[in-house]
């Protein structure tokens, strides 16, 4: 999408902006595709983050492929957008590729849902949410789904036993039918057609099993939390998320969603931030939802956060983790470990390690939608970059 004006050649497919090669340009032109609503940063000051710079280019690892490799190599070979390394609370890394600068607002992709969670939490702490409390009770009019009887604690786990095929490639799934509503997608004639989230949420009457028993990845339990949220609050999704977390954390920049039909946005992964305000997130969550000098997120729902269940998490979703879980809307890479992951398709990872007191933000535009190869890689990085940083 360069010239003046754009030649043929060069402009983004409607329908495929998300995707190669047109991804590596998209995802951080988001307000030029998508109607989108602002995330406002409020006017309070930046919480400042201390510089203190080490050369990781050189840390080296082996890759899953029994290659010897570089960090800078991990980075450029791996369609990287940029990175911001934290310890202790300083920022010791931090480099930009593919145009990407400070102040580019990055798609993130399903970190959009534990950013949706830590809010979630927030709510919790206030009393206007209860994760033992039914969906129904929030939202009645789900007792006309495969929801009426789930709680609230199943969509923030993704362990309702509602009917919901994500595949992200099949032009008749669930989740193809999400691109639509959400307004990612043009309609299509094979695609069941919604006007926005929630039109779909209520057309989900099937269960295809007991609700709690085993954890099944579906973006769909996010838009059902969030929609909770809106209702207890009374407040549209954004403005929630400007006060309760992105105005308390001290961002430099405000971010935005995607908006569906309706205006609402969409919590599983429209949410747009730059690098550096992503890595603040990572931080507070490192630093047991304390940030910008308060306590932001209670420290309760960062706890409850890493008390999750393996033995719910099968081997089919998860996502190359081993003795790991899923828990409020976050990866935990280790149940031994207190370790919370915000992941996102086609590269995007907040890492926060709260026992090393390392912080890791990832941006990136890679081909495929998810690599199992590369998602190795990135922990191999990850536990190289902090052997390093708790070692010097």
């Not at 030649?7 to 590596?24: F, G």
């Not at 009374?234 to 961002?251: F, K, N, R, Y």
């Amino acid at each position: 999408m360069k010239g003046f004006p754009v030649p043929k050649e060069l402009r983004v497919p409607r329908d495929l902006w998300d995707r190669a090669p047109w991804n590596r340009w998209s995802f951080q032109h988001i307000r030029e595709i998508l109607p989108t609503t602002e995330v406002w940063r409020g006017s309070g000051p930046v919480w400042q983050l201390t510089e203190n710079p080490v050369d990781l280019d050189p840390i080296s690892f082996d890759s899953q492929s029994g290659h010897a490799t570089t960090v800078i190599d991990w980075l450029s070979q791996n369609f990287a957008d940029g990175i911001v390394v934290l310890h202790e609370g300083n920022i010791r890394y931090e480099r930009y590729f593919n145009d990407m600068t400070v102040r580019t607002l990055h798609l993130s992709q399903s970190m959009a849902k534990s950013v949706t969670s830590a809010v979630a939490g927030i709510l919790v702490g206030q009393g206007l949410l209860d994760p033992e409390e039914q969906i129904s009770t929030y939202l009645p009019e789900l007792t006309q789904t495969g929801w009426k009887v789930a709680k609230l604690r199943h969509a923030l786990d993704m362990t309702s036993g509602v009917r919901y095929v994500e595949d992200y490639e099949a032009l008749d799934s669930d989740m193809a039918s999400t691109d639509v509503a959400s307004g990612w997608r043009p309609a299509k004639p094979d695609v069941p057609y919604f006007h926005c989230i929630w039109d779909q949420i209520l057309s989900l009457t099937e269960t295809v099993r007991e609700h709690g028993k085993v954890f099944e990845y579906r973006s769909i339990e996010t838009e059902v939390l969030a929609h909770c949220m809106e209702r207890v609050t009374q407040t549209p999704l954004a403005e929630l998320i400007s006060h309760e977390l992105w105005q308390p954390l001290g961002v430099e920049e405000s971010a935005c969603f995607t908006v569906d039909g309706a205006g609402y946005p969409l919590a599983d992964g429209g949410f747009n931030a730059t690098l550096r305000d992503y890595a603040r997130f990572g931080e507070m969550l490192c630093n047991d939802g304390t940030a910008n000098g308060q306590q932001i997120v209670p420290k309760a729902w960062i706890a409850d956060s890493l008390n999750a269940d393996p033995s719910i998490f099968s081997d089919t979703n998860n996502m190359d983790l081993d003795n790991g879980a899923y828990r409020n809307q976050f990866w935990i890479r280790d149940v031994d470990r207190r370790i919370l992951i915000a992941r996102g398709v086609f590269g995007q990872i907040i890492y926060a390690d709260l026992d090393n007191r390392v912080t890791i933000a990832r941006l990136a535009s890679w081909p495929e939608f998810v690599s199992s190869e590369r998602k190795t890689d990135d922990l191999r990085a990850f536990d190289a970059i902090t052997e390093f940083l708790t070692n010097h």
